[in-house]
């Protein structure tokens, strides 16, 4: 057996997902691997903080998220204050591509497209 230290592999994969994730959807680095106490990393920790019974609510949730704003609310499924960060957050990177017209090919920019389409 080895006397070498484990190594908590979890928090390593968790941090470098939401990186990712938040990299390749929204464009931006949040630096989750480097900075723990991120923002972005608690209130998505938040967000997801569900019990095994409300899982179906929560997916049905998310699914209808975009279409209906105020029913994580409705539903209890989400908390408030991190719905309304993910919100706000996703709004001011749409104004800001709309703004500079970059393109990344991401989420933000299929929401962007998609906002396009509805005005048409």
């Not at 464009?27 to 903080?49: F, P």
């Not at 975009?66 to 960060?85: G, I, N, Q, T």
């Not at 970059?102 to 389409?117: A, I, P, S, T, Y």
Request: net charge negative; hydrophobic share 40%; with cysteine.
């Amino acid at each position: 057996m080895r006397n070498e230290p484990a190594l908590e592999m979890y928090s390593i994969y968790k941090y470098f997902a939401m990186d990712v994730i938040t990299s390749s959807a929204f464009g931006i680095s949040t630096e989750c691997l480097n900075k723990h106490d991120n923002e972005v990393l608690h209130m998505a920790a938040q967000a997801l903080d569900m019990s095994t019974a409300r899982n179906m609510a929560e997916s049905l949730g998310f699914h209808f998220l975009f279409a209906v704003p105020d029913l994580p609310s409705v539903l209890s499924v989400y908390s408030r204050e991190s719905m309304d960060y993910f919100w706000k957050m996703t709004r001011d990177l749409m104004v800001k591509r709309q703004g500079t017209g970059l393109k990344r090919g991401d989420f933000v920019d299929k929401l962007n497209d998609l906002m396009e389409h509805l005005k048409a």
